[in-house]
């Protein structure tokens, strides 16, 4: 297939029409895909056998577990340890909630790798009770949603698998670990910006619990982020593939929760399998219809004219750079990560390589630019999460959200441009 200005019109003009007509996003892509073929006189099966290709990459076995493993734990209370946890380190610091807020988002991207499981399950903790301690309403959800992010960089993240399928087999663990470094940035610009805060508004410490309760709080609190230890040391190591480490993790966060915990009654399992079914469902069908969406688009080369525009304005390699984030800062304000990640990458990636940009970097920038995203309208579902959770509107959060948007560009520039710190730990590691 060529290039072909009327069937390239079709295909994202449909996909535009339909998003704004609020149709889900899996379908959007899937129609459009269509619309576009039947104008190119293509057989629809081509479309079908595409969408059914998408999903037959062994990696994306791993994606089930994982999310079953942190659905698990989820569950649970989890959550409260994890709060207790980071209690430990943060809490004596000025606006201490806050800063737990913040490293409990650290432990917790750890076990679930869904930013929206982190709002919903530690924002149903903190919003509240940062309420209760004078923070404003909105400041508690901009914070909450904003550390979220963590979770799409820090290991072990579902979104690196789909990233590692649509990049044609960039190592996993070497993007696992890629991520961790960022995350952790992300997580302390985010500290300082609450100690700024807490400063200026004079928000509390919170109390020492004891040393007694405090060795209880962190024998349990380490149990649960147990399961990222389990599965990076077993991708690192070498004992475990990607897949075998998640189904590993299942196992361990079933034992912790319904054994060792015993936060919730094992009848309680059918239903996180509903959960975590229904969730796996949404997506894989994204993939599946991204995947036929990218594939269309390759194939009228839309790619290439899209690479040949960047490089007809520069060809530095830092004004490139600049374009691309500025291109997916407003991919994922419009889009999931998932069908974002499988469109985006075979666009962009190519023209990373010419300018030498190694895959793995590109990996960690792709998911710290859409995972900006999801605290952003029109289609954020970070947000829209944590302001559920918090009962407020978007238009309230706005103000205080913007204020946390500030550390988050700049360390999303800072990865971009130091690529020695995303690169750090796998260059070191996995030689």
């Avoid at 380490?222 to 998640?246: K, P, R």
């Amino acid at each position: 297939m060529i290039q072909d200005p009327i069937a390239i019109t079709i295909l994202l003009g449909s996909f535009a029409l339909l998003i704004l007509m609020r149709t889900p996003i899996a379908f959007a892509l899937g129609f459009s895909s269509i619309f576009t073929a039947l104008y190119s006189g293509l057989d629809l099966m081509i479309i079908a056998q595409r969408m059914v290709n998408g999903m037959e990459s062994i990696p994306l076995i791993a994606i089930p577990f994982f999310i079953l493993a942190g659905q698990i734990m989820s569950e649970g209370r989890i959550a409260e340890r994890l709060v207790n946890l980071a209690s430990l380190f943060v809490g004596r610091i000025r606006g201490g909630l806050a800063m737990i807020n913040c490293v409990d988002s650290m432990f917790f991207g750890g076990i679930s790798g869904s930013a929206v499981a982190d709002v919903s399950s530690l924002g149903s903790v903190m919003i509240p009770a940062m309420v209760r301690k004078g923070y404003t309403k909105s400041f508690a959800i901009a914070l909450t949603v904003t550390t979220a992010v963590q979770a799409v960089l820090i290991p072990p993240s579902h979104n690196m698998i789909i990233y590692s399928m649509a990049s044609g087999g960039t190592s996993i663990g070497r993007l696992f670990l890629a991520g961790a470094l960022p995350g952790v940035l992300l997580g302390v610009s985010l500290m300082v910006t609450s100690y700024i805060m807490a400063v200026k508004y004079n928000f509390p410490r919170e109390d020492w619990p004891g040393w007694k309760k405090a060795v209880t709080i962190f024998i349990e609190g380490m149990l649960s982020v147990g399961v990222a230890v389990l599965i990076m040391g077993g991708i690192i190591s070498g004992i475990f593939t990607a897949s075998e480490s998640a189904a590993v993790a299942v196992v361990y966060a079933f034992i912790l929760t319904f054994f060792v915990y015993r936060d919730i009654p094992v009848s309680r399992f059918m239903k996180i399998l509903k959960d975590s079914v229904n969730t796996v469902a949404m997506v894989f069908l994204l993939i599946s219809t991204s995947t036929a969406f990218a594939w269309i688009m390759t194939s009228m080369q839309v790619p290439q004219a899209i690479a040949n525009w960047m490089l007809s304005i520069s060809t530095n390699k830092y004004i490139i750079l600049i374009l691309v984030n500025i291109f997916l800062l407003f991919v994922g304000m419009v889009m999931d990560m998932a069908p974002a990640i499988v469109i985006c990458t075979p666009i962009l990636l190519p023209i990373m390589k010419s300018i030498g940009v190694d895959p793995v970097h590109f990996g960690v920038i792709l998911m710290f630019n859409l995972g900006i995203g999801l605290c952003t309208p029109p289609v954020g579902n970070a947000l829209f999460v944590g302001c559920a959770v918090g009962k407020a509107k978007i238009e309230e959060v706005m103000p205080s959200l913007l204020i946390c948007y500030i550390p988050m560009v700049i360390i999303l520039f800072i990865i971009t441009f130091f690529p020695e710190i995303a690169m750090l730990l796998p260059n070191w590691i996995m030689k």
